[in-house]
């Protein structure tokens, strides 16, 4: 077993160094002193401007677009990390990029979440920390312990504050059946009732919405998922839970903003009165759409992050 460090240690990549400092203000130390960059021809260093022997370090790093780069970064740093003798290096990864890629899809296609797992435990990681897997399977793939954080306490907090008693007319949607388990724990906690949208994909990144399974008539209705992309499936769900179900509102929320392709236009366009995201993945779309909310992980990662240190239970985070 690996033992903690003497002391805490914070450092960021250039993937939401905005979060890292947050989550510092919220433990009371100062973000580590480093530097992670390109050379002219595009190959990526990583200069740490402290001592991190014995150290426990954490290193923040979402491997959100552009992803390559992202992960080539924490895959240095952590490098870096061991060479410079830290006691102990937790990856500290708010978004898993690569997490849809988790199996077989259809004959010689790769198992890329696996791939990266083990370049994290190669590069010498001695720990995760994320939060929301998109297939909660990964957390296996990895030979290193891995802690995953729920957004959903976060969620759950800001909907029964944002509409309290109003909460138990209301109905938690899951946009696809592949997501109901994370919308009935979301929906049991707000003592709201569950539906389902019934969906066909066609190709990747396009799909056709069939039914609305459940009623929402009448109803005012939260999209509860893990990520939104190119907001194509959300975008659809949303008009099928209004034309189809014939509910009078709909409101939308999901752990990490990937926001791709032409996503924001889509959602401005929606049907979707509010769009609440984590900033799990930097906010890109702030200015460019007022339907878009964020809300802030800081507090939770730091708990996190003191609890790992102290070697205490993580289970409080989890309720």
Not at 52 to 79: A, K, W, Y
Request: glycine residues 6%; hydrophobic residues 45%; aromatic residues 8%.
């Amino acid at each position: 077993m690996i033992s903690r460090g003497k002391d805490i240690k914070v450092f960021s990549g250039n993937a939401n160094p905005r979060l890292a400092a947050e989550i510092c203000k919220y433990i009371g130390i100062k973000l580590g002193e480093s530097e992670v960059g390109c050379f002219s021809d595009g190959e990526t260093f990583a200069s740490i401007y402290e001592t991190v022997r014995g150290s426990d370090v954490f290193l923040i790093q979402s491997t959100c677009s552009p992803v390559n780069d992202h992960l080539m970064e924490l895959l240095i740093m952590v490098d870096a990390m061991k060479r410079a003798s830290a006691g102990r290096i937790t990856a500290v990864i708010p978004y898993f990029g690569y997490a849809r890629q988790d199996r077989k899809a259809k004959s010689r296609d790769p198992i890329s979440a696996k791939l990266v797992a083990n370049m994290i435990v190669a590069s010498g990681a001695d720990r995760v920390l994320t939060m929301d897997l998109h297939a909660t399977q990964i957390q296996g793939f990895f030979d290193i312990p891995v802690d995953v954080l729920l957004g959903n306490p976060i969620f759950v907090d800001y909907y029964a504050k944002k509409f309290g008693s109003k909460c138990e007319d209301m109905v938690v949607v899951s946009p696809d059946v592949g997501s109901v388990a994370r919308a009935r724990t979301f929906a049991q906690k707000l003592h709201m009732n569950l539906a389902i949208v019934d969906k066909r994909r066609q190709k990747a990144n396009q799909c056709e919405v069939m039914n609305v399974i459940g009623d929402v008539s009448g109803k005012e209705c939260i999209i509860f998922d893990d990520m939104v992309d190119t907001a194509g499936s959300l975008c659809n769900a949303a008009k099928a839970i209004m034309e189809v179900g014939g509910a009078t509102k709909v409101y939308a929320c999901a752990s990490h903003a990937v926001l791709s392709g032409p996503a924001i236009e889509r959602i401005n366009n929606s049907v979707i009165t509010e769009l609440a995201f984590l900033d799990t993945i930097p906010p890109i779309a702030e200015g460019l759409s007022d339907k878009i909310k964020y809300l802030t992980v800081a507090p939770m990662f730091a708990e996190a992050i003191e609890r790992i240190y102290q070697e205490i239970s993580m289970a409080k985070l989890f309720v």
